[in-house]
C-alpha cells in the first residue's frame, strides 16, 4: 500500500471514530437526558410498551409545528441564558451531523438533500423512540429544529469547503 492511501483510510477511521462518539453522545443526550446509557432500562420500557400499547396513543406532545419554537422565542430572555435551552440546544445538537455526513459519504452527488433527508430521519427516529418507549414526548418542532441544525451543519461544511479548510478531506473520496 502507498502512503496516500494509508493516509485516506487513516482520516475515515477518525472521521468515523468520531461520528460513532458523536452518536453516542446525541443519543444520551437526547434519549437519556444525559444520564448514562441503560439498555436493560430500555428493554423494560420496551415491555411496559408491549403489555399497555394503548398508553402510546394516550400520551401528550406537540404536533403542531411550530408551537414550541414560537413559545420559546416568545420567552427568549438575556437576562436568563436557560430561556431558550431547547431552540438553541435543539439546533445546535445536529450541527456536527451535517458537517460529518458530507465527510464520510463516499457520493457527493445531491448531499444537501442527503444531509437535510438523514438529519429529518435520525430525529424522527429519536422523537418516535421517546413516544413509543415512554422516555420523553414526541414534539414536530423538535423534528424541525434539528433538520434544520443537520442543514446549518452542511452549510458550514460547504462554506469551510469553499475557503480550502477541509478540502484535503473533502478529496480523499
Given at each position: 500500500?502507498?502512503?496516500?492511501?494509508?493516509?485516506?483510510?487513516?482520516?475515515?477511521?477518525?472521521?468515523?471514530?468520531i461520528?460513532?462518539?458523536?452518536l453516542y453522545?446525541?443519543?444520551?443526550?437526547?434519549?437519556?437526558?444525559?444520564?448514562?446509557?441503560?439498555?436493560?432500562?430500555?428493554?423494560?420500557?420496551?415491555?411496559?410498551m408491549?403489555?399497555?400499547?394503548?398508553?402510546?396513543?394516550?400520551?401528550?406532545?406537540?404536533?403542531?409545528?411550530?408551537?414550541?419554537?414560537?413559545?420559546?422565542?416568545?420567552?427568549?430572555?438575556?437576562?436568563?441564558?436557560?430561556?431558550?435551552?431547547?431552540?438553541?440546544?435543539?439546533?445546535?445538537?445536529?450541527i456536527?451531523?451535517?458537517?460529518?455526513?458530507?465527510?464520510l459519504?463516499?457520493q457527493?452527488?445531491?448531499?444537501?438533500q442527503?444531509?437535510?433527508?438523514?438529519?429529518?430521519a435520525?430525529s424522527?427516529?429519536f422523537?418516535?423512540t421517546?413516544?413509543?418507549?415512554?422516555i420523553?414526548?414526541?414534539?414536530?418542532?423538535d423534528?424541525?429544529?434539528?433538520?434544520?441544525?443537520?442543514?446549518?451543519g452542511?452549510?458550514?461544511?460547504?462554506?469551510?469547503?469553499?475557503?480550502?479548510?477541509?478540502?484535503?478531506?473533502?478529496?480523499?473520496?
Open positions: 500500500m502507498t502512503k496516500e492511501p494509508k493516509k485516506k483510510s487513516a482520516i475515515n477511521l477518525l472521521l468515523a471514530a461520528f460513532i462518539v458523536y453522545f446525541l443519543i444520551r443526550i437526547i434519549l437519556f437526558k444525559g444520564a448514562p446509557v441503560n439498555l436493560l432500562s430500555l428493554l423494560d420500557q420496551a415491555g411496559r408491549f403489555e399497555h400499547p394503548d398508553r402510546i396513543f394516550n400520551r401528550r406532545g406537540n404536533y403542531i409545528p411550530f408551537k414550541e419554537i414560537s413559545r420559546g422565542m416568545d420567552n427568549l430572555s438575556l437576562s436568563d441564558p436557560f430561556s431558550s435551552i431547547n431552540l438553541v440546544g435543539n439546533l445546535l445538537a445536529f456536527p451531523f451535517g458537517i460529518l455526513v458530507p465527510m459519504l463516499s457527493k452527488v445531491r448531499l444537501f442527503r444531509v437535510f433527508f438523514l438529519s429529518l435520525l424522527f427516529c422523537e418516535f421517546q413516544l413509543v418507549l415512554y420523553g414526548t414526541f414534539d414536530v418542532d423534528l424541525i429544529l434539528n433538520t434544520s441544525g443537520g442543514v446549518v452542511y452549510c458550514i461544511y460547504r462554506l469551510l469547503t469553499s475557503f480550502g479548510w477541509i478540502a484535503s478531506i473533502s478529496k480523499r473520496c
